[in-house]
């Protein structure tokens, strides 16, 4: 929580959300404690995404981007049971049902941490259905409730600009909820399929006109104060 206070003095914002995606941007997992948000941030380990974090992000309202903060994960025995490849990784086992095992992501997948900022993409609440699965749309109210509710609630001193944050926040992605099943690949899947493709992502290309009068002269200067 001193952490809290320190960026937000910094106009940077602690949110209770886990996050995964890749350069192409991150997806941002909403939601209480038990709705399945560290499960599937860590399914992403087995797949084409990467693993930013699957409790707290740290977010940037400038870029709207958010940073993984901790190489730690925590997931409980269901979890564990979604994704046997995490067998023998676990560095602390869950005794009991209310337990959660310990992994450290940069032992065992140091190759899976997105180690840069991502612009956020979609916001996601994530929602444990059984058997049917699926992506639907919701209203940016309810993102917000799932995200500021446990965000303001485990925060040390809960703020107007965090909460406008968030507000502005949900209000400039698309969100939805996430119906999880067993089968955690297809979750993660269906979060790609989230971030737009690579030929959206890249750089534009910029034709710049210099009208100059006796270029043999001021070309060089011009051409060195764009480049």
């Given at each position: 929580?001193i952490?809290?206070?320190?960026?937000t003095?910094?106009?940077?914002y602690l949110?209770?959300?886990?996050?995964?995606?890749?350069?192409?941007?991150?997806?941002?997992?909403?939601?209480?404690?038990?709705?399945g948000?560290?499960?599937?941030?860590?399914?992403?380990?087995?797949?084409?995404?990467?693993y930013?974090?699957?409790?707290y992000?740290?977010?940037?309202?400038?870029?709207?981007?958010?940073?993984?903060i901790?190489?730690?994960?925590?997931?409980d025995?269901?979890?564990?049971?979604?994704?046997?490849?995490?067998?023998?990784?676990?560095?602390y086992?869950?005794?009991t049902?209310?337990?959660?095992?310990?992994?450290?992501?940069?032992?065992?997948?140091?190759?899976?941490?997105?180690n840069?900022?991502?612009m956020?993409?979609?916001?996601?609440?994530?929602?444990?259905?059984?058997n049917?699965s699926?992506?639907?749309?919701?209203?940016p109210?309810?993102?917000?409730?799932?995200?500021?509710?446990?965000?303001?609630?485990?925060?040390?001193?809960?703020?107007?600009?965090?909460?406008?944050v968030?507000?502005?926040?949900?209000?400039?992605?698309?969100?939805?909820?996430?119906?999880l099943?067993?089968?955690?690949?297809?979750?993660v899947n269906e979060?790609?399929?989230?971030?737009?493709?690579?030929?959206?992502?890249?750089?534009?290309?910029?034709?710049?006109?210099?009208?100059?009068?006796?270029?043999g002269v001021?070309?060089?200067?011009?051409?060195?104060?764009i480049?």
């Amino acid at each position: 929580f001193i952490l809290d206070s320190w960026f937000t003095s910094r106009g940077l914002y602690l949110l209770h959300a886990a996050a995964l995606g890749d350069h192409r941007g991150a997806v941002l997992l909403v939601g209480a404690g038990g709705s399945g948000k560290s499960s599937t941030a860590l399914a992403a380990l087995k797949s084409e995404l990467n693993y930013l974090s699957d409790d707290y992000v740290l977010f940037d309202p400038g870029y709207r981007s958010v940073h993984g903060i901790y190489s730690s994960a925590k997931t409980d025995l269901p979890g564990l049971a979604r994704m046997p490849f995490l067998k023998g990784k676990i560095a602390y086992h869950p005794q009991t049902p209310d337990e959660k095992g310990l992994l450290f992501i940069h032992e065992s997948f140091p190759h899976k941490i997105f180690n840069y900022s991502a612009m956020v993409r979609a916001i996601v609440c994530p929602e444990l259905a059984g058997n049917a699965s699926g992506l639907n749309s919701i209203a940016p109210a309810k993102a917000l409730k799932a995200l500021a509710g446990s965000t303001v609630l485990q925060s040390s001193r809960p703020s107007s600009s965090a909460l406008h944050v968030m507000a502005r926040l949900v209000g400039q992605c698309p969100a939805y909820r996430l119906q999880l099943t067993a089968d955690a690949k297809s979750a993660v899947n269906e979060l790609a399929s989230l971030l737009p493709d690579d030929n959206a992502t890249k750089s534009p290309k910029v034709s710049v006109i210099i009208p100059a009068y006796n270029p043999g002269v001021f070309l060089a200067e011009a051409l060195h104060s764009i480049l």
